[in-house]
Structures are given as structure tokens and as C-alpha cells.
Antibody, heavy 116, light 110 residues
Framework: QLQLQESGPGLVKPSETLSLTCTVSGDSISRSIFYWGWIRQPPGKGLEWIGSIYYSGSSYYNPSLKSRVTMSVDTSKNQFSLRLTSATAADTAVYYC????????WGQGTLVTVSS | QSALTQPASVSGSPGQSVTISCAGTSSDIGDYNYVSWYQQHPDKAPKVLIYDVNKRPSGVSHRFSGSKSGSTASLTISGLQAEDEADYYCGSYTASSTLVFGGGTKLTVL
């Protein structure tokens, strides 16, 4: 059974880099046909797609975040990661890792707060 | 990319049917059959109810159905139950190889 688990700091200072990792179990990133991605949800607000990455490194990002986002894959650990630079309070959100471009499977989410 | 347009709220009584619309453009819903619907209960992760416009994942009730006409997709919930009270989001693949969501619809079961 597929499981996606987000991990990373719950508190990030303004202007610093937000970094999260998603550990996948129940599927192999390197043998999967799917893209893997990140979606976030600010408190009390809607969903925002951040981007998706294939095991080969091919990636697509939300144009509004593209200049600050980098995603990567570590097939040896069956993990993929998100880096968001120059964090501001507007980046405070629950961050979800998902399987597939259309987010057919979701992790439980992790709250990241950007505050000094 | 512009968000898809959903009504902010809909409501219905138990046993009734409700339909939630999701308006897009020719660059997303209008051009691709990659439309999904997600259900989110408070403090829970979203769960996919419908994918590829009208397909249901295993385990999702037949009371949920999806359709599309032109650039507008719809989610219909029949036989409304108290447990259906939640937020619903549509999502579509776009011509830019991205995923765009609607703003979300709060369903109230009266």
C-alpha cells in the first residue's frame, strides 16, 4: 500500500530556505510511471500546486513560484525533495507531497510556518 | 496560471443531489480530459474522488460522479449524506504542463 510521508522543519525564518522531503513506501520512484509532486495549502485557504518531478529529473513548476523552487529526487532512498528559497510569511502553509501529476495519492501533510 | 472557478458554497438536504461546477478555459479543462475532484474534511488531507473527468478510484462511492461540457466540469453527489459535508476542489491539467485548482466549494448538508 502506497504511503507518502513529509518531513522537515516546522519553522523557517523569513528570507531562509524552506526544505522538505517526502519518503515513499509501497512504490518505487525509479520504476514508477508517475510524476511526484508538492502541493500546499495556506491556513484557511485553497490548494496551490507547487510542482512535479519525474525520477529522471524532468520537472514542471508553478510559474508563480518557479524562480524560487527546486525539486530533486533521490532514488537510492526512494525520496523526493522540495526547496523554496527566500521564504516569507506568505509561504506559511500545510505542504503535501503527492503521487502523479494529478495528485491521485496524498501524504498527510506537514505545517511549515515562516516566522522569526 | 489562473485558478479554475467554483462556487464558494453549495448546500443540500440528506437524500438530495447537488452539483458543483468548475469553470476553466480552452487551455485547461476545454482541451484535456485530465480533470480531478478532491474531497477534504477539516484538518485532513484531500482525497481524490474523480479523475480523468469521470473515473472513480477503487473504494469511492458510486454516489459521486463527474462530467465535462466544453470548458466546464461538474461533480454531482447523489443521495447526500451527512458525511459528505466537506470542501471540494477541482483540478485540471493545463497546456503549460501544470496543475491548476479551483478555489474550493464548501458543501453544507442541511
Amino acid at each position: 500500500q502506497l504511503q507518502l510521508q513529509e518531513s522537515g522543519p516546522g519553522l523557517v525564518k523569513p528570507s531562509e530556505t524552506l526544505s522538505l522531503t517526502c519518503t515513499v513506501s509501497g512504490d518505487s520512484i525509479s520504476r514508477s510511471i508517475f510524476y511526484w509532486g508538492w502541493i500546499r495549502q495556506p491556513p484557511g485557504k485553497g490548494l496551490e500546486w507547487i510542482g512535479s518531478i519525474y525520477y529522471s529529473g524532468s520537472s514542471y513548476y508553478n510559474p508563480s513560484l518557479k524562480s524560487r523552487v527546486t525539486m530533486s529526487v533521490d532514488t537510492s532512498k526512494n525520496q523526493f525533495s522540495l526547496r523554496l528559497t527566500s521564504a516569507t510569511a506568505a509561504d506559511t502553509a500545510v505542504y503535501y507531497c503527492v503521487r502523479d501529476m494529478m495528485a491521485t495519492d496524498w501524504g498527510q501533510g506537514t505545517l511549515v510556518t515562516v516566522s522569526s | 496560471q489562473s485558478a479554475l472557478t467554483q462556487p464558494a458554497s453549495v448546500s443540500g438536504s440528506p437524500g438530495q443531489s447537488v452539483t458543483i461546477s468548475c469553470a476553466g478555459t480552452s487551455s485547461d479543462i476545454g482541451d484535456y480530459n485530465y480533470v480531478s475532484w478532491y474531497q477534504q474534511h477539516p484538518d485532513k488531507a484531500p482525497k481524490v474522488l474523480i479523475y480523468d473527468v469521470n473515473k472513480r478510484p477503487s473504494g469511492v462511492s458510486h454516489r459521486f460522479s463527474g462530467s465535462k461540457s466544453g470548458s466546464t466540469a461538474s461533480l454531482t453527489i447523489s443521495g447526500l449524506q451527512a458525511e459528505d459535508e466537506a470542501d471540494y476542489y477541482c483540478g485540471s491539467y493545463t497546456a503549460s504542463s501544470t496543475l491548476v485548482f479551483g478555489g474550493g466549494t464548501k458543501l453544507t448538508v442541511l
